[in-house]
């Protein structure tokens, strides 16, 4: 599972319109949401850093939704955008997941624990938990 991690608003309309998962690494604005959304109208997920998390209004929160939308609270922890312009979720990370659910563990857990070791964010584990792939 990739996300594209977009570093600069300007970034925003040369992105490929497939997207599904996007990192802001800057704190943006309705106008750069409204026009994330129009560039992918495929987009099923946003992340943001947790400080630019609790910037965004309600208006965008209630505009992504009705878009079912995701909004994410989250970072890309070690990824260079200079090397490369996605960030991956290690297959073993995605691995482990089936296997606790296999296990019969319960989301709380799944999600607890898979963060714990990845460091990645509790909302992004439940978001690739609900993900078909994993079905």
Request: proline share 4%; aromatic share 6%; with cysteine.
């Amino acid at each position: 599972m990739k996300i594209r991690v977009v570093s600069s608003r300007d970034e925003i309309f040369t992105l490929n319109p497939n997207e599904r998962i996007v990192h802001l690494a800057f704190r943006p604005s309705n106008k750069d949401i409204f026009g994330l959304v129009e560039t992918c109208p495929k987009i099923e997920a946003i992340q943001l850093p947790k400080s630019y998390k609790g910037t965004i209004s309600k208006s965008i929160e209630m505009f992504l939704e009705m878009q079912k939308i995701q909004l994410i609270e989250g970072d890309v922890w070690g990824h260079r955008k200079d090397i490369n312009e996605y960030y991956t979720i290690p297959s073993s990370v995605i691995e482990k997941i089936k296997e606790m659910k296999i296990e019969g563990k319960s989301s709380e857990d799944i999600e607890a624990k898979v963060s714990r070791e990845s460091k990645i964010n509790r909302e992004m584990v439940a978001y690739i938990m609900n993900k078909d792939a994993l079905a």
